[in-house]
């Protein structure tokens, strides 16, 4: 089935050190997301990418990075791993020319000690 | 949407009763509305979705939602809730066309829980 995945599913880490979140989609779209979900807040938007070229600071985006390496891959990088950032993590696809509905991933649940 | 806010952050209803979780929107123009629903341990499944077609609109599992321009509200409701209904529930919103769409807005979750 088409699908957005994600790898890690969880993932312990230490302050300081530099982790890579990694998302794939077979769906074919175009447009890919990253946020992350904390308690009360709801889903916050770190990155966005409407194409392959087109790399977009979200919300909050201080202390994340991000790379397009394809249509289909999208990965989130955070350089120095901070414990503020011990969070639930999602990727999400849509297609652009629609209405923009959104499609998630499972999510990747890191800790930061 | 420039802003999407729900009302309560944990409701509680009985099996068999209504649900209701409110869904306020801020924009200044008629936004795309979303609701997204997550049981534990899994990612965001869609709902349903206002795009400016009928105001009532139907979703799975016996949802829906009407959105109302004059409250600037789109509520979601199920006649009859099921215990299988438990998860957390978001709200979204995007403004057609213009810079910022494509992005969504979240409020900040609904958690329902259902009593035997």
């Known amino acids: 089935d088409a699908d957005v995945t994600q790898t890690p599913r969880n993932r312990i880490t230490k302050t300081g050190k530099r982790i890579m979140l990694e998302c794939s989609q077979t769906?074919?779209?175009?447009?890919m997301y990253w946020y992350r979900q904390d308690p009360g807040l709801g889903l916050r938007l770190i990155y966005y990418?409407?194409?392959?070229?087109?790399?977009n600071k979200g919300e909050i985006s201080d202390g994340y990075s991000v790379s397009r390496q394809a249509q289909a891959k999208f990965s989130l990088s955070l350089e120095s791993a901070i414990p503020n950032q011990t969070a639930l993590y999602f990727c999400a696809t849509s297609l652009s020319g629609g209405t923009n509905e959104q499609f998630f991933g499972p999510g990747t649940r890191l800790t930061v000690l | 949407a420039q802003s999407v806010t729900q009302l309560g952050s944990h409701v509680s209803v009985s099996e068999g009763a209504l649900v209701l979780l409110r869904c306020n929107y801020s924009?200044?123009?008629?936004?795309?509305l979303f609701w997204y629903v997550q049981y534990p341990n899994q990612g965001l499944q869609l709902l349903l979705k206002y795009t400016s077609a009928a105001t009532l609109v139907k979703g799975i599992n016996g949802f829906e939602a009407e959105f109302k321009k004059s409250e600037t509200s789109f509520h979601l409701t199920k006649p009859s809730a099921h215990m299988s209904d438990a998860a957390e529930y978001f709200c979204a919103g995007t403004n057609p066309g213009g810079t910022s769409y494509g992005k969504l807005t979240f409020g900040q979750g609904t958690i329902l829980t259902v009593h035997p």
């Open positions: 924009s200044s123009v008629p936004p795309y």
């Open positions: 769906k074919g779209h175009d447009r």
């Open positions: 990418s409407f194409d392959v070229k087109d790399i």
